[in-house]
């Protein structure tokens, strides 16, 4: 799971709504932990076996055969790293997406809070989950203040 806060500190407002986050990013986490946990040894063993080969063996049939596999499977490999990015990049922009309509839909917080928030995130997307965490705290603040 995903743990972009200390979960003891956070109430149940804020946990709610960084699950729904985690619940939309998790089937493109699983998959880019998966082509990066097979990407990059079959990258390593391929490279360091291909040195060698080429280097301390005279070049026979069998090897150019050997150096072929050798030179494929470094290339599966860093297809496999490639879509790794890709589902990190579908990660970040699908957790953005996510963000920007929450905080857009939220009936909770006036309209120039709102736009802070946005401007903040087109400013800064790497620091999304600090300002949607800022937001929903604010947000439960003023949800709270209106009861």
Do not use: C, W
Request: net charge positive; charged share 25%; proline share 5%.
């Amino acid at each position: 799971m995903m743990k972009f806060f200390k979960a003891d500190e956070e109430s149940p407002f804020v946990k709610k709504e960084l699950a729904v986050v985690e619940g939309k990013v998790s089937p493109y986490m699983k998959k880019n932990l998966l082509f990066g946990l097979v990407s990059i040894p079959l990258i390593f063993f391929s490279i360091i076996n291909l040195y060698t080969v080429i280097i301390y063996f005279p070049m026979t049939s069998e090897i150019t055969f050997f150096i072929l596999i050798l030179a494929v499977a470094g290339a599966l490999g860093f297809a496999f790293f490639k879509e790794s990015k890709h589902y990190s990049k579908k990660m970040q922009e699908t957790s953005l997406d996510y963000i920007q309509s929450r905080i857009s839909n939220s009936e909770i917080l006036p309209d120039p809070a709102k736009e802070q928030y946005l401007d903040a995130l087109h400013e800064k997307p790497y620091r999304a989950f600090k300002i949607f965490h800022d937001f929903l705290k604010q947000e439960e603040k003023l949800l709270y203040l209106n009861r």
